[in-house]
C-alpha cells in the first residue's frame, strides 16, 4: 500500500485521507478511497479543476477507474497507473 505521491500543495489532503484510514480501518480500498477524496476536494475547493490534467489533451481531468489506472475518458485509455502520477505531474 503506498499513498500516491502528492505536491506539497496536496499534503494537508493526503493527510486528512490518512487520518480517514485510521478511523475506518478499512486497508481494502484504501487507495481508491484516498484518490476519490483527494480529487474531490481538489476539485470542489478549486485548487485546480483539472487535477490531474490529462496529458495527451491538458485540458481535463484525468478520472481514476478502479482497476488502479488513470483514464483519459475523451480517448478511453488508460494514461497513468495509480502511483506514477508524480512522474506527470511535476510541478514544484
Ligand atoms: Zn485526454
Redesign the pocket.
Known sequence: MSLPRFGEQYRHVAHAANNYFEYYGDPAGYDEKVVENVQEEILETWIDTTWPA?P??GR?P?LYHDDGWWW????RVA?CKLGDLATLNRRN
Open positions: 490529462c495527451r489533451h481535463h484525468l483519459c475518458e475523451q480517448d494514461v
